[in-house]
C-alpha cells in the first residue's frame, strides 16, 4: 500500500491539533491530521468553555493573549458560531486571604491587558446583586468570556479541511516511527502515512507517543465534572468562578444565551484511555450543588438535566509540553495540558504552526519544553 505524504502528520485532533492544521494551511504547508475519533471528542469538546485570561499562571498570559486575538476573529477566521460570549470573568472569595491572593494576581498580570478590577464589598453587590451575603470580594475581567466546546474544535477542523488540510477521522494509529528522513504512522486498516514532521497533539494519549521517542512525561488521565441546569431567564452575565480552600469546594459556572447553566468543580475523577471512557461520580456533582449556592442562593431552586465527563492529561507540575522533541529533529509537542487548553487552543495552534514553518516563534514557549523531563544520566567512574 502505497503512503500518503504531506509536510507534516498531526496526531491527534483536538482544537490544538485542528487549529495547528488551519494555521499550517496558511503558510502554505500540506498537512495530514490523524484523529483516533472525531474531531473535538476528547478533551476539546468536554471542559466547561471558559475563554478566560484571569487566574491564569503569569508566564502562561502571552500565548493566552495571543490565543484571544484568534477568539475574537473566530467568526472571520473558521466561518462558524461558536456561541463565543465576552461577558467577562468573575472571581469571587469569602475571606480577606482569598482577597489578598486576588489582589497580588491583579499585581502581578497588571501588564498583560485583562483589565482586572478589584471590586470591594460594597460594590460587588450592588453590580451583582444575586450574589450571596457571604462573598466579601471579588476581581473582575471585563474581556474574558465562554463559548461551546462542542462545536469549536469540529469548526476548526471543517475550516483547514476547507482551506486543504487532509483530515482522518476515525483512523487509529498503530505505530509511529522515524524512518530515514521521515516519519511513518500507520494505521489500523494499514494505511500508511509518511512527512518529515510531526506533532504530537493527542492530550492524555501523548505520554504513550513520547515515550516511544524516549521522552516520557508524568502525566495522569482525569476526568472533569460538569454539569447543566434547566434553562432559565437570562440573568448572570459574566463567567464566576469561586476560591476555595478545599479543591472539592470549587465551584464555577456560565450561563448560556439560551438559559441553562453550565456548572463545573467538585474535583475530577480517574479516567480510563485504554477504553476511552470517563465516569461521572455523582458524589462530585453533589459537592457542586453544595458549594453553588453559596455563590448564587438561587441555585439551590434549578434542577440539573444533564452530566458529563470528558478525559483530560495533566501534569505533575500543570505545565504542558508544547515545542520540539529534545531528541527526535522534526518531532514535536503540544500536549498535557491540564485541563486549561479551551480558552488556548487557537493560540497553540497558531504558534506550533509558526514554530514548525520557520522554526523559532515570536511567543514565548522555551518554560514549556519536554527537555524538563529528562533523566539526568550520570557520569560514568
Known amino acids: 500500500m502505497s503512503a500518503q505524504k504531506a509536510d507534516v502528520i498531526i496526531v491527534g485532533g483536538g482544537i490544538m491539533g485542528a487549529s495547528t492544521a488551519f494555521f499550517l494551511r496558511q503558510r502554505g504547508m500540506s498537512v495530514i491530521l490523524l484523529e483516533q475519533g472525531l474531531i473535538g471528542q476528547q478533551a476539546s469538546g468536554v471542559n466547561f ?4 485570561r484571569m487566574g491564569r499562571p503569569v508566564e502562561q498570559l502571552p500565548l493566552s493573549n495571543r490565543s484571544r ?3 475574537l476573529k473566530f467568526k472571520e477566521l473558521f466561518d462558524a458560531d461558536v456561541e463565543l460570549l465576552l461577558n467577562g470573568h468573575l472571581r469571587v472569595g469569602f475571606t480577606p486571604a482569598h482577597e489578598e491572593r486576588m489582589v497580588k494576581y491583579a499585581e502581578d498580570a497588571r501588564s498583560f491587558g485583562i483589565g482586572m ?3 470591594g464589598t460594597k460594590t460587588l453587590h450592588e453590580r451583582f446583586p444575586y450574589l450571596g451575603p457571604d462573598i466579601t470580594a471579588g476581581c473582575y475581567a471585563p474581556y474574558d468570556g465562554h463559548a461551546n466546546p462542542r462545536l469549536a474544535a469540529p469548526a476548526i477542523g471543517r475550516a483547514a479541511m476547507r482551506a486543504g488540510a487532509q483530515v482522518f477521522e476515525n483512523t487509529e494509529m498503530t505505530n509511529l516511527e522515524k524512518d530515514g528522513g521521515d516519519f511513518r504512522a500507520t494505521a ?9 514532521v510531526a506533532l504530537i497533539t493527542a492530550g492524555a494519549w501523548g505520554n504513550r507517543i513520547s515515550t516511544r521517542f524516549g521522552e516520557p512525561v508524568p502525566m495522569v488521565a482525569k476526568a472533569p465534572q460538569m454539569c447543566v441546569t434547566e434553562p432559565v431567564p437570562y440573568a448572570i452575565g459574566p463567567t464566576i468562578g469561586a476560591i476555595a480552600d478545599v479543591f472539592e469546594q470549587v465551584v464555577y459556572f456560565r450561563q448560556v444565551a439560551r438559559g441553562n447553566i453550565v456548572i463545573g468543580g467538585g474535583g475530577h475523577e480517574p479516567a480510563d484511555i485504554e477504553k476511552r471512557r470517563a465516569y461521572v461520580n455523582p458524589g462530585r456533582t453533589l459537592f457542586k450543588l453544595k458549594s453553588a449556592p453559596h455563590v448564587i442562593p438561587a441555585f439551590n431552586h434549578l ?5 458529563w465527563g470528558g478525559i483530560e492529561g495533566y501534569m505533575e507540575d500543570s505545565r504542558p509540553a508544547m515545542g520540539p522533541s529534545a531528541r527526535v529533529p522534526g518531532l514535536y509537542y503540544a500536549f498535557g495540558f ?3 487548553g479551551f480558552q488556548l487552543g487557537p493560540g497553540v495552534g497558531d504558534v506550533m504552526a509558526e514554530l514548525i514553518h520557520t522554526g523559532t516563534t515570536t511567543t514565548p514557549i522555551d518554560h514549556y519544553h519536554i527537555g524538563r523531563f529528562a533523566t539526568p544520566v550520570a557520569n560514568a567512574a
Open 188 to 196: 489500523a486498516d494499514g494505511r500508511v502515512f509518511r512527512a518529515p
Open 69 to 71: 486575538d484568534i477568539w
Open 303 to 307: 434542577n440539573i438535566i444533564r452530566v
Open 338 to 340: 491540564s485541563g486549561e
Open 49 to 52: 468553555g471558559n475563554t478566560r
Open 117 to 119: 478590577q478589584m471590586l
